[in-house]
């Protein structure tokens, strides 16, 4: 691993920088600012229904968190996609325990 300074940890990721409301960009990029505002709009637009159970809530909401770090490791992406499977699961066990 390699270890990098605060600093360096706080730059945003090139990768995520080709990423607009367009669509990705291969002509240019975003500034950092206006990535961190892309990313956090995309995913406020997921809300939950008041049924949802507190604890796939609170799990939902931890994850959407997570997804605005993407802007400064590209994989953290990956890392949200491949756990909202879990927070699926979570929901259908909590209905089922509902019936």
């Known amino acids: 691993m390699d270890i ?3 600093e360096e940890l706080r730059q945003a990721d090139e990768q995520t920088l080709r990423f607009t ?3 990705l960009a ?7 600012e206006d990535a961190a505002v892309f990313q956090q709009e995309v995913i406020s ?3 939950l ?3 949802v159970a507190e604890g796939t809530r609170n ?3 931890r994850l959407r968190s997570l997804h605005a770090y993407g ?10 996609e491949d756990l909202t ?12 325990l509902e019936f």
């Open 26 to 32: 291969t002509g240019g990029k975003l500034r950092p």
């Open 59 to 61: 799990t939902f909401e």
């Open 85 to 96: 499977h879990l927070v699926i699961e979570q929901a259908l066990r909590d209905r089922l």
């Open 4 to 6: 990098r300074s605060l």
């Open 49 to 51: 229904v008041p049924a």
């Open 71 to 80: 802007v400064l490791f590209y994989d953290i992406f990956t890392a949200v």
């Open 45 to 47: 637009h997921a809300e």
């Open 21 to 23: 409301s367009l669509g």
